[in-house]
């Protein structure tokens, strides 16, 4: 499967930015999810790779070919990039049964393939199958219906799976009444002939194509009933579904439709599959099981998946890689824990957990040994422990020296006259203070920012309740749900959410004792809203 590479594309329509210069590879066999709010530009970015939506500038290219580059003119309609594509709509003909939308694709393709002999081919594989008759005659005993009568449908389909066969194979296969005990020697006799005059008419190969000078013939054709027979079955075992062969969409469950779905998107055999919220039409348990299905699918298929949805559950427990947008803009693109446990910026560290990160604004100054003096809350003092060394002034010249590079930058794009400014501008990320009385934002005015206001990320599993705790609290909201609880901590006047683990039952307006633990909790500057450090947090 090949690489996907995006190199500096853009989509904009007049002044909206839908993707801004986004730059990323996808790795071939990657399960990658376009994650991010609605509006962000996941689904232009999907749409952008897959052709059905031409960039504004930029260069993609799949594997080894360049299907896109504004530079050199260059854009490969969607039709022959040999991707897939599965939309959140199942988009299933009415009128046709499950095998009949899983075939019309294929019914459609035309293009340059090996020529291959299929009569010798089907004859092979028969007389292979003929030679161990007390198989056939196993699988057909189990298709007896209770009066004891071979019922023809249900062992074909019982052949097919079972010798990985096409249903016209199958029906010949049948028609010998092997378990009658009928000697079938001289028809294998009479199959090898057929396929040894074909060998030395045609000079076959083993997959018998028609070998010339060294080289397998090729011709622009169709796919035979053979074939596209062949893969119908293979992609439907692939997703479980060879016993709705018969069915039309309206006598199948939500998930059985989106199975229908896949194997119809699979059987071209994709070189990429491209996923658009797919599962989104499901009900909650019914996406689950789906989401497993989908991982054994990405193994079984080794295809390179990507795969957009706004729902940071899915993408967290899907993919090898997420790439986290917002307003156009790549805001991180690594291992889902990667994202979770280091996030790049204070939207990530929101945008993804369940249930949300507590942020708490704080300011502090870095001592002498490198840990940072702390006053968070209603004047608590605290101290941040770096887990690596930081130069806490070093990184701030650093950040100051990025901005400065950005803005001269974006001068000199200005100066081209084909520069369009971006009117959905791009903000520093507001995040939310949890409070027992919430603030109006509408009525503050903007805080004049120093290099001491910081913001710290604390996940809802360091909140830990411990008789040896550090701070006084209470607890205002508890929501039990069986193996853990999620409540509401107070602490002052803010609040703060945590999770515990087990069947502890707590009750509202009741005093405790609080610990942050873990070497995990966040540090970010909050003018830039990006991460400084990660570290411990202990309180005076």
Partial sequence: MPEIKLEHVTKRWGKFYAVDDLSMVIEDNAFVTLLGPSGCGKTTTLRMIAGLETPTSGRITIGDTVVFDSANGINVPANKRKVGFLFQNYALWPNMT???????????????????????????RLAEILRRPEEVVKVLEECRDKNGKLEENKACIKLIDTFTISMFTAKKLFGYHLESGK???GEIIALQSKVESARKAQNL?????????????????????????????RVSRIVKIGMFMDRYPAE??????????????LAPEPSVLFMDEPLSNLDAKLRLEMRYELQRLHVETGSTFVYVTHDQMEAM?????????DNGVLQQYDAPLTVYHQPANLFVADF??????NFVEARGTQAPD??????????????FTPAAPLDLPGWFAKRDQEAARREELHKQKAADKSYVEKGNKDETFRYHIAKVVEDDFSLQEEPVLTDEDLVLGIRPEFIDITDAGALDGEIYGAMPTGMESTIK????DFLLTGVVFGSTLFTIGSKIKVDISGGNIMLFDRRSGKCIALGSLSFS
């Avoid at 427990?317 to 947008?325: H, K, R, V």
């Fill in 183 to 185: 000697d079938v020697s």
């Fill in 489 to 492: 901590v107070r602490i002052d």
């Fill in 352 to 357: 993804v957990g369940n249930p949300s990160i």
């Fill in 98 to 124: 499950v095998y009949d939308n899983i075939s019309f694709g294929l019914s459609n393709i035309k293009e340059a393939m090996p020529k291959v002999d299929f009569e010798a081919k089907n004859a092979a």
């Fill in 252 to 265: 199948l469950s939500g998930g059985q439709q989106q199975r229908v779905a896949i194997a119809r998107t």
């Fill in 205 to 233: 190969n083993d997959q018998f194509e028609v070998i010339q000078n060294g080289q397998v013939v090729t011709e622009v054709r169709k796919l035979t009933k053979e074939e596209i027979d062949l893969t119908v079955r």
């Fill in 370 to 383: 490198g840990a940072i003096d702390l006053t968070l809350f209603q004047g608590r003092k605290a101290r």
């Fill in 317 to 325: 427990t899907l993919a090898t890689q997420i790439c986290l947008i």
